[in-house]
């Protein structure tokens, strides 16, 4: 039986497939935010941290002086939409975020504040077009927005939900521009 894919990214022609680790890995799942966020006031609750992706798993991001890049959305912010850029050293920069408010009952009432910790590793790479990897997700840009995307499908097995009932169509979207080092980041539902 295959392992739950929690991080699906699409870069350099190739689809890596992030599943769950049982050992210390590079790149993870949820856990505390280590990025040092400044920019846009928001709150009063935090942004998650979704997932951080290693250059140790996608060469890509070494390439372009990214050596962790940290996934972060606002889950309690009702229809997020955020663009921020990383620096080398960890520090986000929140350049754009609506709404800048949180909701007590978004996604759902009692949401937890941090998203289980779950270690990762590259379970399947292949190579594909755009094309054949955007079909597999709700929504997704009819053509390649930046060098690399990431997708966040609603997982199965973390022991949380992330949208609630009914959420099962639902993706969050990070559209990474490397040489800028800016990520945008979105929801996307059928």
Excluded at 2 to 27: K, M, N, P
Excluded at 73 to 88: A, F, K, L, Q, T
Excluded at 113 to 118: M, R
Aim: one cysteine or more; hydrophobic letters at 40%; a negative charge.
């Amino acid at each position: 039986m295959a392992e739950e894919q929690l991080v699906v990214a699409y870069c350099d022609g190739t689809i890596f497939s992030f599943e769950r680790e049982q050992t210390h890995s590079w790149s993870v799942f949820g856990g505390p935010m280590e990025a040092e966020l400044n920019g846009i006031e928001h709150g009063p609750k935090p942004l998650h941290m979704i997932a951080s992706l290693s250059s140790e798993d996608l060469p890509a991001l070494g390439r372009r002086h990214v050596f962790n890049l940290p996934l972060i959305y606002g889950m309690c912010y009702s229809g997020s939409n955020i663009e921020y850029r990383v620096d080398i050293g960890l520090k986000v920069e929140l350049l754009k975020l609506s709404p800048t408010q949180s909701s007590d009952d978004w996604p759902y009432a009692n949401f937890p504040l941090l998203l289980p910790y779950v270690p990762l590793q590259i379970g399947e790479t292949r190579s594909a077009s755009y094309a054949e990897f955007a079909e597999a997700f709700p929504n997704m840009p009819e053509s390649q927005p930046t060098e690399l995307v990431v997708v966040v499908p609603t997982p199965a097995t973390l022991g949380v939900s992330l949208w609630g009932k009914g959420g099962d169509n639902v993706i969050i979207l990070f559209e990474c521009n490397l040489p800028d080092q800016m990520v945008y980041a979105s929801n996307r539902c059928d």
